[in-house]
């Protein structure tokens, strides 16, 4: 029994999904508060409760074998913290895991993650890694370097004013991946015994900068597209000032050190030596997007 939690968010309902069309036995951890309309459509089981709390931990991990972690806090609050929600629930699992017997667990990292990072989540990320490793569980970290979605954010602005805004210089370099092809990837490694207490970073196919993606979006849109470079420093002015008035609920200053410091790009070659995949390009996850909203009215 795989137990997924995080199922709710967007690569948790692809990771359910993916799991369902093989007829893998699985269960989903979600709060009560959690959209399941997707996940009651596939026929997923549910199980309520919340990662910070123990007792529904337990009842959750019985008869499970196999962890997908892939929960995370979106905005902080009191009570609701990387240190509650991302390490504490995590640990919780691992520890839980290990003393039904051991199994697999596969989580869910960040490419870029260190103990010296200034982004407080990227800091937590690698304290669950280390976490793994001295578990003794058999384990398997992904560390992808960002999404396709990421880049579809601003579609609207970027069809009506022809304008696509970018952290950094429009000629660094970014490797988002396919949720799709990192769900394939996170189950095939439940059962690859080549991914067997390894540590993966995933990109796709090809490193673009954001000139490259704007003439992807030319290419396709049939328009004129301008990068337009968010100046790095009202970035941090703006991350500074909401930092300041929310209590770093955001931590604004430690996602743009994260994201604005230059290429996010990785080597696929591992990746390819342990999972047989192709790996979907931009453009072509870009079509299908616009493809798929266009029917919708956008």
């Known amino acids: 029994m795989i137990l997924v939690t995080g199922a709710a968010g967007t690569l948790g309902r692809e990771v359910c999904k993916q799991l369902a069309e093989k007829s893998l036995e699985f269960k989903c951890l979600v709060r009560k508060t959690s959209k399941t309309e997707v996940l ?45 929600v991302d390490y504490q629930g995590n640990i919780h699992l691992i520890d839980l895991l290990k003393k039904s017997g051991g199994g697999k667990f596969v989580y869910v990292s960040a490419l870029g993650v260190s103990l010296e990072a200034r982004f407080l989540l990227y800091k937590v990320k690698q304290l669950i890694a280390n976490a793994l490793e001295v578990s003794g569980l058999d384990y398997t970290v992904f560390k992808p370097s960002g999404f396709f979605s990421d880049f579809t954010r601003a579609a609207g602005l970027i069809k009506k004013r022809g304008i696509m805004p970018a952290m950094g210089s429009p000629e660094n370099r970014v490797q988002g991946i396919y949720m799709g092809d990192l769900a394939y990837c996170m189950i095939d490694s439940l059962s690859n015994e080549k991914a067997r207490k390894r540590v993966f970073l995933i990109g796709g196919p090809e490193a673009l900068t954001y000139r490259q993606i704007a003439g992807i979006y030319e290419k396709l849109l049939n328009r004129k597209v301008r990068v337009l470079p968010i100046p790095a420093g009202f970035q941090k002015f703006v991350g500074f000032t909401v930092d300041t008035f929310t209590g770093y609920r ?43 909203h266009k029917q919708n009215g956008f």
């Open 40 to 84: 009651e459509k596939i026929g997923a089981s549910l199980v309520y409760g919340d990662v910070r709390d123990r007792a529904s931990l337990e009842k959750a991990m019985k008869g499970v074998t196999q962890v997908i972690s892939i929960h995370s806090v979106g905005i902080q609050k009191k009570g609701v913290t990387y240190w509650d």
């Open 250 to 292: 955001y931590d604004i200053l430690g996602f743009i050190d994260a994201f604005s410091s230059g290429d996010s790009t990785c080597d696929n070659t591992p990746l390819h030596e342990v999972f047989d995949i192709k790996l979907k390009t931009f453009e072509d996850y870009l079509s299908a997007f616009l493809s798929e």
